[in-house]
């Protein structure tokens, strides 16, 4: 699947395609039915599929000091992307130049011009260009005046609600993985770098890969049955622990999933840690003896929580 620059013109073999545009952080159930919708009317038309995004998130540009909210990295959403048959990935990045963009001039500019749209499909709530000034009405004005094709896509609804990106973060937040995955179709999962970290873990018999967070939200501080996968697609069945690590000083915030029956070298290895269900808040512990009598006892939790199917 091809990544493209949403400033650049898009290639020859990529135009007059079908655009799927919104943020589609987390890619969610509603996210996947404008995508889906995007790649029917293209496969009818025998038209390329795309997916327009937007990196940075515009809140993080709006309001920089907003605590970390993301649901997926760039890379995730080009696998999401490809997997719902998307042929390329086209990446908005949004800065002041992009900010101060009129929508008329994102319609005729961006999609028209640069991209060689054929037509674009949005969610029925999703707003553009400068000031909010485009909406589902104004786009479908501005597609008529540029022999445009525009399509929306109503909200999908899952349990009496609205599926949302806020509704997920509320559910991770509070250590609900089983509403987050419904929403999802899939855990949630953070990807990083594996670091080299104090080596604690390994002492007490649990070696365990450390990732930083990021700009990921935090979901609740806690200890998650985990499954991870390797950079070769392996997957491995774990316990993990978020937060601070409030029983070592000084704290520090990290991801550290211990996966069973692995011993394998994945420092400097990109790896996925998918969130199956929470087992208990953090806790700070007196002892090492007693962090370590907790952590076969979360492991013994995490393996039946997988078994079950969670």
Do not use: W
């Amino acid at each position: 699947m091809e990544r493209l620059d949403g400033s650049a013109t898009a290639p020859s073999h990529l135009r007059g395609g079908v655009v799927a545009l919104g943020n589609f952080d987390g890619f969610h159930l509603g996210h996947q039915a404008v995508v889906g919708r995007a790649v029917a009317l293209a496969r009818a038309q025998g038209r390329p599929a795309l997916v327009a995004t937007f990196d940075p998130h515009p809140v993080r540009f709006f309001k920089p000091d907003a605590p970390p909210f993301r649901l997926t990295t760039l890379d995730q959403r080009q696998r999401l992307f490809a997997a719902a048959g998307a042929d390329a990935m086209i990446v908005f990045h949004f800065d002041a130049e992009l900010a101060a963009v009129t929508a008329r001039d994102f319609v005729l500019d961006r999609l028209v011009r640069r991209i060689g749209a054929a037509a674009v499909v949005t969610g029925e709530d999703f707003t553009f260009g400068k000031g909010r000034g485009g909406n589902r009405a104004v786009l479908a004005a501005l597609g008529q005046e540029f022999r445009l094709g525009v399509e929306s896509v109503a909200p999908v609804a899952l349990d009496g609600e609205t599926v949302s990106s806020s509704r997920i973060r509320d559910a991770l937040q509070a250590g609900d993985c089983a509403t987050a995955s419904r929403l999802l179709t899939r855990p949630f999962a953070i990807e990083g770098i594996v670091q080299h970290g104090d080596k604690m873990g390994r002492a007490l018999g649990y070696p365990t890969a450390n990732l930083a967070l990021g700009s990921y939200l935090r979901p609740r501080y806690g200890v998650y049955a985990v499954r991870g996968r390797l950079p070769d697609g392996r997957l491995l069945d774990g316990a993990a622990s978020v937060g601070i690590r409030p029983t070592f000083d000084p704290p520090k915030e990290l991801l550290e999933p211990y996966f069973f029956a692995f011993d394998g070298d994945i420092y400097g290895r990109t790896i996925e840690v998918a969130f199956h269900r929470f087992l208990r808040p953090e806790a700070k512990f007196d002892s090492l003896d007693a962090l370590k009598a907790q952590m076969a006892r979360d492991c013994a939790d995490a393996r039946r929580a997988l078994a079950a199917g969670d």
